[in-house]
C-alpha cells in the first residue's frame, strides 16, 4: 500500500535513535506501508543517510515550538515545545492515511491494522485516561486540517505546553463521540504502566502490540552491555522486570540492525581524517574517534586511576561523545587495560597491568607499528559483588537474568 505510511518525528540525533529502532521493529514485523520520518535541519547529515536506509522517506520539515515555558514547567519537561513539530505531519498529502508513532515507541507485532481505524484514533493517556495520548494516532493528512492545528494553537495554546494538550482539546470529543476511535491501551502501553497496574498488566500484558518508553528516560539514556545484552541499571532506579524486558528488546534491536549502520557511518567518517596522533612516554599512538552512537552505547568503563596519565580526558562514554577532540576507543571485553596490537587476537594480553612507565613496555611498543588503546572495565569481584548485596543493591541483572528475560518475552510475544 503506497498511499498510507507510518510517521515518526525526530528533531535531532539522539532522537533518531528512536526513530531507527521503531522503524527497524516496524520493518521486523513486515508492515506493508511506507515508513516516513520528519526531521528537522538540526539532524546531521550523516545521520540522514542512516535514516535513509530504514526509512522510505526522510522529510524535513522546520521546527515549530509552543514556546510555553509556563505549561511545560508544569509538566517539569521544557525541551516538550517542540513536539509541535508533531503537527506538520498533517502536511503529508501524499498520503491518504497515516499512523504516527513517536520516537520512543516500538513495535511488537505487526500493527497494519491500525489503518482501518479513521482519524482521530487514539489510545487512552495512562495519566489522565478521559485524554488521549498523542503517542500512537490514526490521522488524514490535510492542508485544512493542518491550518486549523495552527490557528487553534495560536488562539488557545495547549494545556500542556506541548502537542499532547493541544491535539486533546482539538479533538475534544474524543472521549465520548466515538468508541470506534479509542485504540485499545495494548497499541499503545507505557512502559511504566507496568508497574501502576501489575495485575493488569499480568493479565493482558502478553498482548501488548506497542510499547511507549514515555516520560523523560528514554531507552538510549540507559547503558547497555554489547558482550553479555544486558540493561545496565542504574543503581537509584528500580525498574520492574517487565520494563527491563521492553528495554532489553530495544537494545537487541538497536544493537543488531541500528548499531552496524551507525559504525558504517563511522568508518566512512574516520575515513575522512579523523585519526590523530597522540605521544606518550615518547611512543606515538594513533587515537581513533569514537562515533557518538556508538561510544554512547557502551558501558561506562571503570578506569583505574593511572590511566589518566594516558588521557586525562577519558572518562565515561558520554564524555567521551560530548568531547569534540578524538578519544580512545572503548572496549568492554573482560578485565584490565590493556594495549595491543590491532591485529593480535584481543584475548592476548601484552602488558598486564598496562600504563606502567617500564622499559618492556617502551621496548614493546616501539617494536610494533600501530596501537590501538582498549580501556576493558573490571570485572567486580567477589567482595563488591557480597557488599552491594549488603548494601541492598542485589544485582537483579545477574548472570542468568538475560535469558530469563528473553524467556519471558517469547512467552508472551509468541
Ligand atoms: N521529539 C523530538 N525531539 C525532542 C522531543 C520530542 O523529536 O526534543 C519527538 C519524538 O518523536 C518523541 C515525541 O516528540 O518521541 C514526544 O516527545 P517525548 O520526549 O517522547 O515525550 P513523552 O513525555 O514521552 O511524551 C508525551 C506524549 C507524547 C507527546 C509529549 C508532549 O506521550 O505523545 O508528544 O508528551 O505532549
Given at each position: 500500500v ?8 525526530a528533531t535531532?540525533?539522539?532522537?533518531c ?7 527497524q ?8 506501508r511506507k ?13 540522514r543517510?542512516?535514516?535513509?536506509s530504514?526509512f ?8 515549530l515550538?509552543s514556546?510555553?515555558s ?15 513539530t ?5 502536511t ?13 515507541t ?17 489510545a ?14 490514526v490521522?488524514?493528512?490535510?492542508l ?18 506541548g502537542?499532547?494538550?493541544l ?9 465520548t ?12 502501553l ?11 498488566f ?5 498482548d501488548?502490540?506497542v ?22 541499571q542504574d ?12 528495554l532489553?528488546?530495544?537494545w537487541?534491536?538497536y ?39 556508538v ?8 578506569l ?16 567521551l561523545?560530548?568531547?569534540a ?12 587495560v ?7 587476537p ?15 613496555m ?13 580501556f ?5 569481584s567477589?567482595?563488591?559483588e ?21 524467556k ?5 510475544l509468541?
Open positions: 503506497t498511499d498510507q505510511a507510518f510517521v515518526t518525528l535531532d540525533d539522539v532522537y535513535q528512536g526513530a531507527l529502532v521503531l522503524g521493529s516496524l520493518r521486523n514485523h513486515k508492515t506493508s515508513l516516513a520520518v520528519l526531521i528537522t535541519p538540526e539532524v546531521s547529515s550523516g545521520m543517510s542512516v535514516l535513509s530504514v522510505d522517506e526522510v522529510i524535513e520539515v522546520s521546527v515550538d514556546a510555553d509556563v505549561h511545560l514547567a508544569l509538566m517539569q519537561r521544557p525541551e516538550l515545545g517542540v513536539t509541535f508533531k503537527l506538520r505531519c498533517w503529508l498529502t501524499h498520503y491518504s492515511k497515516c499512523v504516527f508513532m513517536d520516537a520512543d516500538l513495535v511488537l507485532c505487526n500493527v497494519d491494522e491500525l489503518f482501518d481505524r479513521e482519524e482521530f484514533s487514539a487512552p493517556d495512562s495519566g489522565w485516561p478521559d485524554c488521549f495520548n498523542s503517542g500512537v494516532f490521522f488524514r493528512p490535510s485544512k486540517t493542518y491550518r486549523l492545528l495552527l490557528q487553534f494553537a495560536a488562539e488557545h495554546g495547549s494545556f500542556d505546553g502537542d499532547q494538550g491535539l486533546n482539546s482539538f479533538f475534544s470529543n474524543w472521549a463521540a466515538d468508541i470506534g476511535k479509542h485504540l485499545p491501551f495494548l497499541y499503545n507505557s512502559s511504566s504502566s507496568v508497574y501502576t497496574y501489575v495485575p493488569a499480568n493479565h493482558f500484558g502478553r501488548a502490540k510499547v511507549h518508553f514515555l516520560g523523560a528516560t528514554k531507552p538510549w539514556n540507559y547503558k547497555y552491555n554489547l558482550q553479555t545484552k544486558r540493561v545496565m543503581d537509584t532506579t528500580a525498574e520492574s522486570f517487565h520494563q527491563l524486558s521492553f532489553a528488546l530495544w537487541n534491536i544493537s543488531a540492525s541500528i548499531l552496524p549502520l551507525l559504525e558504517k557511518l563511522q568508518k566512512m567518517e574516520e575515513s575522512e581524517s579523523e585519526e590523530c596522533k597522540h605521544s606518550f612516554n615518547g611512543v606515538e599512538v594513533t587515537l581513533k574517534k569514537v562515533s557518538p552512537y561510544a554512547s552505547s557502551l558501558p561506562k568503563p571503570e583505574p586511576e593511572q590511566t589518566n596519565d594516558v588521557n586525562p580526558s577519558a572518562r565515561s562514554p558520554e564524555e561523545a560530548s568531547r577532540r578524538p578519544v580512545c576507543e572503548v572496549e568492554p571485553r573482560d578485565s584490565n590493556r594495549l595491543s596490537e590491532p591485529d593480535r584481543s584475548e592476548q594480553p601484552v602488558f598486564q597491568p598496562a600504563f606502567q612507565e617500564t622499559s618492556e617502551n621496548e614493546v611498543a616501539h617494536s610494533i607499528s600501530e596501537l590501538s588503546i582498549h576493558i572495565p573490571a570485572k567486580p567477589p567482595e563488591d557480597r557488599r552491594k548485596w549488603e548494601e541492598g543493591r542485589m544485582d537483579y541483572m545477574g548472570k542468568d537474568a538475560f535469558e530469563h528475560i528473553k519471558k518475552l517469547d512467552a508472551f509468541h
